[in-house]
């Protein structure tokens, strides 16, 4: 009878650990910092590939800057005990053009993201972080951008 006790409240301690680890890497009532990191992700993925030598600096610089976001939002779903693995698969796209605007598109969903509000204290400082890095990656594709419009009305 004792044992049968002593395995009862074991296995309602598993349950109970089995429960909190399930909600640790479920996202909770902020999981907006997570959709952001995803987005981030993807377009840097989306910022690999073949480009002229002066539209890659301004790509290697804003993907220097969407890793600095990354960190940022890790830190912030550290605090919160969220999960964090890589979710990314970006779509090809061969095309300047479609490349450029799906970067955008990214960066600024992952900021809109962030605007949501946040309830943890802790990860308010790194939301903050992240924000600065997004809005320099956003300026240095949109630099990216005009240097590989100019070069192709240039005809290089």
């Known amino acids: 009878m004792r044992t049968l006790q002593n395995l009862l409240i074991v296995a309602g301690g598993l349950a ?3 429960q909190g680890t399930a909600l640790a890497d479920t996202p909770g009532h902020h999981p907006h910092y997570l959709h952001a ?9 989306l910022l690999r590939g073949p480009m002229p030598p002066n539209v890659q600096a301004d790509l290697q610089a804003a ?3 969407i890793e600095g976001a990354i960190q940022e939002l890790n830190r912030a779903a550290w605090a919160d005990a969220k999960d964090v693995m890589s979710r990314a698969h970006p ?3 061969p095309d300047p053009v479609g490349r450029f605007r799906n970067l955008m598109k990214l960066l600024t969903r992952a900021r ?10 802790a990860a308010m400082g790194w939301r903050d972080g992240a924000y600065r890095h997004i809005d320099a990656a956003i300026s240095f594709v949109r630099r990216g951008a005009t240097d590989a419009h100019y070069d192709r009305q240039l005809g290089w």
């Open 16 to 18: 109970l650990l089995a």
């Open 37 to 45: 990191r995803g987005d981030l992700q993807e377009a840097r993925a």
């Open 63 to 65: 993907d220097h800057e």
């Open 91 to 93: 779509d090809s796209h």
């Open 112 to 121: 809109k993201d962030l605007a949501a509000e946040e309830d943890n204290p």
